[in-house]
């Protein structure tokens, strides 16, 4: 069967180029797996999809245009420590960086659900922790723009993330709060036209190459607030580094994708960069952290199953006492009960997904994601290098770099305790312990 593409039908239902490839994509992928093209098309909000192949499309074109940047680039990178800038300008001309945008400002309008299949497919094709954070902030980050934003902010500020034109970071860590994100130090003070701020700011990601800033900060005092996060606005603006002094901090991992500490003195947020009301930014912020544990939960899946199939196949190929070890049920067990967690957290991903993008209340599910993904991908990373034997702590296997990658989201951006405290007070109905 051959399908080909004509302009005609797509203006008569008011489609724009770029919906009409969609719609034609959609149809060929019904039509080669020998599905009834009518049975798969849903018109709904001036839009034809092909919804059960929306997944399968993601996931194969982020597969193909991953396989430029392979372990060889990965591995350059981790060693190097150069931004993975072309890996990143690579999705933004696709219009990756656009998955989750809304329609009316140029992006797909899919969900978080989709923007998790993306990201999992990126951090399964090797490109682990390095690649999903490269673009994350762009994905999650910007997100209460799209939600709570004026129309004029978001025509303003989101276009240009997608088109890779900004690059944005996220300042809300601070180094004397930590995960007490209702009590942050850093001060936006009213004058005039527009904003002072002073302050710190830790573990930024991407600042060196960012030009934007997504920033938290108080703009009342909390003794004059009923409750801390009263007090707290969202801003979106200008990285000025003549008013940020911006200190990148070596770590163990994902060197590729930076991390720093902020000194904020004297920079300056025009009024109109402020998102939503004065005070309401703790409750703005949640829009953006919820998709943010979601997402980063699907990566973690894709890098414990990268982790995962390279145990597998030097495990069939290694052989020790004339056998492959992976006979030995001492190395099949483990990597077996990897497979079974993996695939139990992946459920768990888009369990929370789901609630996000259908507007549900996501706490739960989303924390509850990414803490059972960061446990199930860490063993499974850890168990990979175990399989390798000395090979295993040998650069050129990657699984160290796996290894490395994983610890950070065991850590952040929450920890696992206080994930478990969460889901005792919020979920089970237990007095809250801290």
């Known amino acids: 069967m051959r399908l080909k593409y004509r302009a005609g039908p797509a203006r008569r239902y008011g489609l724009g180029k770029h919906q009409a490839l969609d719609v034609f994509i959609g149809l060929f992928y019904a039509a080669t797996a020998k599905q009834h093209p009518l049975a798969l098309i849903l018109i709904a909000k001036g839009r034809i999809t092909c919804p059960k192949n929306t997944d399968k499309q993601i996931k194969d074109s982020i597969e193909k245009l991953c396989k430029p940047f392979d372990d060889q ?15 990143c300008r690579a999705l933004a001309d696709d219009g990756w960086l656009g998955i989750c945008m809304p329609e009316d400002v140029g992006g797909s309008g899919l969900g978080i659900s989709e923007a998790a299949v993306m990201v999992q497919t990126i951090a399964e094709s090797g490109a682990a922790n390095g690649g999903v954070s490269s673009v994350a902030i762009p994905l999650f980050g910007v997100n209460p723009i799209a939600v709570f934003g004026t129309e004029e902010q978001k025509q303003r500020m989101l276009p240009p993330v997608m088109r890779r034109d900004d690059i944005p970071c996220f300042g809300v860590t601070e180094p004397n709060t930590g995960l007490d994100t209702t009590r942050l130090k850093t ?24 030009n934007k800033i997504m920033l938290i900060a108080r703009t009342k005092p909390e003794s004059e607030t009923k409750r801390p996060i009263d007090g707290l606005t969202l801003f979106y603006t200008d990285l000025d580094r003549s008013t940020c002094e911006i ?61 995962l199939k390279r145990a597998v196949t030097y495990a069939g190929e290694r052989e020790v006492f004339g056998r492959p070890i992976g006979q030995n049920q001492s190395v099949q067990h483990p990597l077996a009960e990897s497979w079974i967690e993996l695939e139990a957290a992946n459920l768990m991903v888009f ?9 549900e209340d996501a706490g739960a599910y989303a924390n509850a994601a990414k803490y059972f993904a960061a446990e199930a991908t860490f063993k499974a990373c850890q168990q990979a290098v175990m399989t390798h034997g000395g090979m295993g702590y040998a650069k050129e296997y990657h699984v160290e770099r796996y290894l490395r990658e994983c610890m950070i989201h065991r850590l952040a951006p929450i ?18 312990s801290y």
């Open 73 to 87: 680039y990965w591995l350059d990178r981790d060693t190097d420590g150069e931004f993975p800038e072309d890996f």
């Open 187 to 210: 001060e936006a003070i009213l004058q005039g036209d527009h904003y002072v701020v002073h302050g710190q700011k830790v573990w930024t990601s991407t600042a060196q190459v960012s």
């Open 247 to 307: 200190r990148r901090i070596e770590k163990m991992g994902r060197k590729c994708v930076d991390s720093n500490q902020l000194f904020i003195d004297g920079l300056k947020i025009p009024v109109e960069d402020r998102i939503g009301e004065e005070g309401k930014g703790f409750r703005y912020l949640l829009h953006g952290l919820n998709p943010e544990r979601v997402l980063i939960a699907s990566g973690l899946v894709g890098l414990g199953r990268a982790a």
């Open 351 to 359: 369990r929370a997904a789901a609630a996000y993008d259908n507007g």
């Open 415 to 432: 920890s696992p305790q206080l994930i478990l405290c969460f889901i005792a007070e919020k979920v089970l109905g237990l007095a809250k």
